[in-house]
């Protein structure tokens, strides 16, 4: 069997004074971000190629199959796989999670504070199976403050673009739209009646913070906070005396702190530090540093 061969179309480039050429260069989509959310807008040729690869991959590994079966089974033989997490205490519940030698994927499970009665809220397999999908990636799985709604958040292509489902326990029933291309975190707010999430912009980035209704349309979602730098990325989270959310902005280097109370009506982010340029910190850092 022949080693594929990827086409080659000569492209000159040049940058700083330097000319070289480039045989590959158009693979490179404009529109690859698109092609994580539809597989079928890959390029034909490079589909092709991609296909005999894996099918030359398979043909010389074919008598490595009874090994590669070993070795897996020896790997996996070293993982306990019939295993729980411990319980955590809620205010009306203990939560835990389990995995079986059967499934792929965990279980949560929860009981009353002082009851026996254990319930399956989630269940990877099941949901993966409900589904017929062949990937499935879980981004996030959170209860709300009353103990009533699962909030979690599904990546069926691979392509780590998540989309927000919020179902009642109880019914086992969708209360709310689904929320697509976000972040994949949920966070509930304390009275049970919102959710926040981040969304992701056009070049995969989580920049923007909303405020979901539950029950209501997404196209009524409110923007709390924007990131207008590219260099920066946006992440929402409770404090743990449930009076504030916290907004973090961060690259590399530098971060700041927003924050809300969870009372307000019309959330207003706030900041409890003295700002400065961003471009200055880390040069103010390595100043000191050096000094």
Request: proline content about 2%; hydrophobic content about 25%; aromatic content about 14%.
């Amino acid at each position: 069997m022949k080693i594929p061969q990827l086409k080659k179309k000569l492209e000159v480039k040049s940058c700083h004074n330097k000319t070289w050429e480039d045989n590959y260069s158009w693979i490179h989509q404009s529109n690859i971000l698109d092609v994580l959310k539809d597989s079928s807008k890959l390029l034909p040729e490079v589909r092709e190629y991609l296909e005999k690869e894996n099918e030359y991959f398979e043909y010389n590994m074919e008598d490595t199959q009874e090994t590669q079966k070993i070795v897996f089974d020896e790997i996996k033989g070293r993982i306990k796989l019939d295993d729980e997490s411990l319980p955590f205490k809620d205010k009306n519940y203990e939560y835990w999670t389990k995995t079986t030698t059967k499934g792929n994927y965990s279980i949560k499970l929860r009981k009353k504070i002082g009851s026996n009665k254990i319930e399956e809220i989630w269940n990877g397999d099941l949901e993966k199976e409900k589904l017929k999908t062949e990937y499935f990636g879980l981004g996030d799985l959170e209860v709300s403050e009353n103990d009533k709604f699962l909030g979690y958040s599904l990546d069926l292509k691979g392509s780590e673009y998540f989309t927000i489902y919020i179902r009642d326990i109880e019914s086992n029933k969708l209360i709310t739209e689904k929320i697509e291309e976000t972040g994949g975190s949920i966070d509930f707010s304390p009275d049970n009646k919102f959710i926040f999430y981040s969304k992701l912009d056009e070049n995969h980035r989580p920049r923007k913070i909303f405020r979901h209704k539950l029950g209501s349309s997404v196209e009524d979602d409110q923007l709390i906070f924007e990131e207008k730098s590219e260099a920066f990325t946006v992440s929402i989270g409770l404090s743990s005396d449930e009076k504030y959310f916290f907004i973090s902005t961060s690259d590399h280097n530098t971060s700041e702190q927003y924050y809300f109370d969870t009372n307000e009506k019309k959330t207003k982010t706030k900041t409890n530090s003295k700002k400065e340029k961003r471009n200055n910190l880390f040069g103010k850092f390595l100043e000191w540093f050096f000094l």
